[in-house]
């Protein structure tokens, strides 16, 4: 059963930045797709980004040149580096993972499910 600590949340101006991060227990996390997705409120959820085991990685294209996401397999622990952030990148950020797939991405992911609660991430203008 895997156990995470989501953190890095919170409220943000536009333009400005956050790093996400989630730590897991009770998984083969090195071996592991694991990455994010957001949902907002009255909002369809919406696959963000992923990386693979060997660090190749996936992002949406509404992201893509403003977030990085990387992982530290030493620390179980997956991050997500957000820059110029856009009011519209307000949501609940989950991160998740699976073991097996040939589609590391942060579609896949949302259909696999979360892994824990989330954290929130507030953007105004």
């Known amino acids: 059963q895997v156990q995470v600590t989501e953190s890095g949340g919170g409220s943000v101006q536009a333009g400005g930045s956050l790093r996400l991060s989630c730590t897991a227990s009770g998984v083969q996390f090195s071996t592991y797709c694991v990455g994010w997705f957001r949902q907002a409120p009255g909002k369809e959820s919406e696959g963000v980004a992923a990386?693979?085991?060997?660090?190749?990685?996936k992002y949406h294209g509404s992201v893509k040149d403003r977030f990085t996401i990387s992982r530290d397999n030493d620390k179980k622990t997956l991050y997500l580096q957000m820059n110029s952030l856009k009011p519209e990148d307000s949501a609940m950020y989950y991160c998740?993972?699976?073991?097996?797939?040939?589609?590391?991405?942060?579609?896949?992911?949302?259909?696999?499910?979360?892994w824990g609660q989330g954290t929130l991430v507030t953007v105004s203008s």
């Open positions: 990386i693979e085991h060997d660090g190749s990685t």
């Open positions: 998740a993972g699976d073991p097996m797939t040939l589609d590391c991405s942060g579609d896949y992911l949302m259909a696999v499910g979360a």
